[in-house]
Nanobody, 124 residues
Framework: QVPLVQSGGGSVQPGGSLRLSCAASGSTRLQYLVGWFRQAPGEEREGVAALQPDGTTTYAEAVKGRFTISIDLAKNTVYLEMNDLKPEDTAMYYC??????????????????WGQGTQVTVSS
């Protein structure tokens, strides 16, 4: 089991920045695909960014150039740096993980482990 513990998030004005963290226990290192998802009220959960075991990153079109996914191997922690935030970025954000490489990074169904979620609110 790979418990994922999220931190970060909160409220920010449009154009602001936030950083989300997702800390994993155990010896994860380069073994896992990690993804960030978000879900707004009444909407389906959507993939935002993903980091493959080989370091390959994938981003949703809506966040390209504004969001960055990264990993600190020493801390077993994955980050989502969010810049130039917009009101439409408002949602509950979740990190997720699964063993090994997977092409379907935007499908919630392929992930075995989930963080508890953290709220991001962008408003003026």
């Amino acid at each position: 089991q790979v418990p994922l513990v999220q931190s970060g998030g909160g409220s920010v004005q449009p154009g602001g920045s936030l950083r989300l963290s997702c800390a994993a226990s155990g010896s994860t290192r380069l073994q896992y695909l990690v993804g960030w998802f978000r879900q707004a009220p009444g909407e389906e959960r959507e993939g935002v960014a993903a980091l493959q075991p080989d370091g390959t990153t994938t981003y949703a079109e809506a966040v390209k150039g504004r969001f960055t996914i990264s990993i600190d191997l020493a801390k077993n922690t994955v980050y989502l740096e969010m810049n130039d935030l917009k009101p439409e970025d408002t949602a509950m954000y979740y990190c997720a993980a699964r063993r090994g490489y997977c092409y379907a990074v935007s499908s919630p169904d392929v992930y075995a482990y989930w963080g508890q979620g953290t709220q991001v609110t962008v408003s003026s």
